[in-house]
């Protein structure tokens, strides 16, 4: 009889390199500078880097 090999389960592997990292940091810097702005009363430039941060350099530290 012949013996079959078992294949292992292909584990995900998620690779968090530089680009992750710098595209993370991006964002929180970008998050933490949007309510700052805030706090401090300026109604376009807050919404905007708080957009960028969320809705853009997060997304992209974790897919990149």
């Given at each position: 009889m012949a013996r079959t090999r078992r294949k292992?389960?292909?584990t995900p592997t998620l690779k968090f390199?530089?680009?992750?990292?710098?595209f993370?940091?991006?964002g929180l810097v970008s998050i933490t500078?949007?309510?700052v702005m805030l706090a401090q009363g300026s109604?376009?430039?807050a919404p905007a880097l708080l957009v960028?941060?969320?809705v853009?350099?997060?997304p992209l530290a974790i897919i990149a």
């Open positions: 292992r389960a292909a390199t530089r680009v992750n990292l710098w993370a940091l991006g500078l949007g309510f109604v376009t430039l960028l941060g969320y853009v350099l997060l």
